[in-house]
């Protein structure tokens, strides 16, 4: 399995453009995940989707931030307008959950990050 | 959300054993210890995790205290790629639900 991937891998933009993260999950997984880190703050949850339902958005920071999942095995994480601030390493995570049990027991798998640079 | 605490550092030797405290006086009946660690420039990996009882997997092992306010994450031969930070985390229904929340963790050292 190749894993969550996460494109792009780093990204560089001016203040103010609209910059698209992109996740695929592990093939199967139901339960999509998205992170963003800073020193500052560490790891924070932004957002999470269950069968392509958001669940809990209350980790998005503004309404510059939006997430979609149009289908089991692709979500995106779009910024616009971007602003320096924003400045982080973003990660996508999924996992497999059936019922409530389980959701506590299902290990989440992330991807590498998305490095983003906003200037 | 029930807290963790952890010790911001720890240092260790190679192939030494290596006993990773967590404490979590506040943890509620339903909630599941959870760590993961973190190497760098890359994503969180899952280590281990149990409810009540010890585990032990191909990574490491968990050991939890009988009443369940404290754990200890045990690598039993650290090696130098097992520098990350490592994350104590409580999953459950009164706690987080299916999120993961993130502490400072502990920055393991491994000295060759």
């Known amino acids: 399995d190749a894993g969550v991937i996460q494109s792009p891998r780093h990204e560089v933009t001016e203040m103010g453009q609209e910059v698209t993260l992109r996740c695929k999950p592990i093939?199967?997984?139901?339960?999509l995940f998205w992170y963003r880190q800073t020193m500052m703050r560490g790891l924070e949850l932004l957002i999470y989707f269950n069968n392509n339902v958001p669940i809990d958005d209350s980790g998005m920071p503004e309404d510059r931030f939006s997430a979609k999942m149009p289908n089991a095995s692709f979500s995106t994480l779009k910024i616009q307008p971007s602003e320096p601030r924003d400045s982080a390493v973003y990660f996508c995570?999924?996992?497999?959950?059936?019922?409530?049990?389980?959701?506590?027991?299902?290990?989440?798998?992330f991807g590498n990050g998305t490095r983003l640079t906003v200037t | 959300d029930a807290k963790t605490t952890q010790p911001n550092s720890m240092e260790s030797n190679e192939e030494e054993p290596v006993h990773l405290p967590c404490n979590h006086s506040t943890i509620s009946g339903t909630d599941y210890i959870h760590w993961y660690r973190q190497l760098p420039s890359q994503g969180p990996e899952y280590v281990i995790h149990g409810l009540t009882s010890n585990v032990n997997n191909r990574m490491a092992s968990l050991a939890i205290a009988e009443d369940r306010k404290s754990s200890t994450l045990i690598l039993h031969r650290a090696t130098l790629r097992d520098a990350a930070v490592y994350y104590c985390i409580l999953r459950g229904e009164e706690t987080s639900g299916s999120r993961l929340t993130f502490g400072e963790g502990t920055q393991l050292t491994v000295n060759p």
């Open positions: 093939s199967g997984h139901n339960s």
């Open positions: 995570a999924s996992s497999l959950t059936g019922d409530t049990l389980s959701s506590y027991n299902s290990p989440l798998h």
